[in-house]
């Protein structure tokens, strides 16, 4: 399997383990009860050695709350997903370390309600 792929899948097993609701490929309609995440787009970076194939998977996570007073509960969803993703080091094909997280937390009108959206960019190494 693809390392992308495969990274892709655990983390959306891992969060599928929490209390949270998680989405992928698609955002959730719009009666979808706050807060949620997304496991987002992904992207690859790699490069063939004498003997493997090495590089990094980018990975973009979001985290959506209706209530834009609720910062702390975005914060520790946010912080709930670094600990799957950091505790991740190993899928059926590929050893993984992080290497860098940016995270942000801002706010979102995108809709007629304000929104306070948590943004994750991991990159992850993989050998």
């Not at 929490?18 to 009666?31: R, S």
């Not at 990975?59 to 670094?82: E, Y």
């Not at 370390?97 to 190494?125: C, S, W, Y």
Request: net charge negative.
């Amino acid at each position: 399997m693809d390392p992308q792929q495969e990274l892709f899948t655990e983390l959306l097993l891992q969060l599928k383990k929490t209390e949270y609701d998680v989405y992928d490929t698609f955002l959730p309609p719009e009666d979808t009860p706050y807060p949620f995440i997304y496991l987002a787009d992904s992207q690859q970076a790699d490069r063939q050695t004498k003997g493997a194939v090495i590089g990094s998977v980018y990975q973009t996570i979001h985290v959506w709350h209706n209530n834009p007073r609720q910062r702390g509960t975005v914060s520790k969803m946010l912080l709930d997903i670094k600990k799957i993703c950091y505790g991740l080091e190993h899928t059926a094909g590929y050893g993984w370390m992080i290497a860098n997280v940016n995270q942000r937390i801002l706010p979102d009108n995108t809709t007629k309600t304000p929104l306070l959206h948590g943004l994750l960019e991991v990159e992850f190494k993989f050998s």
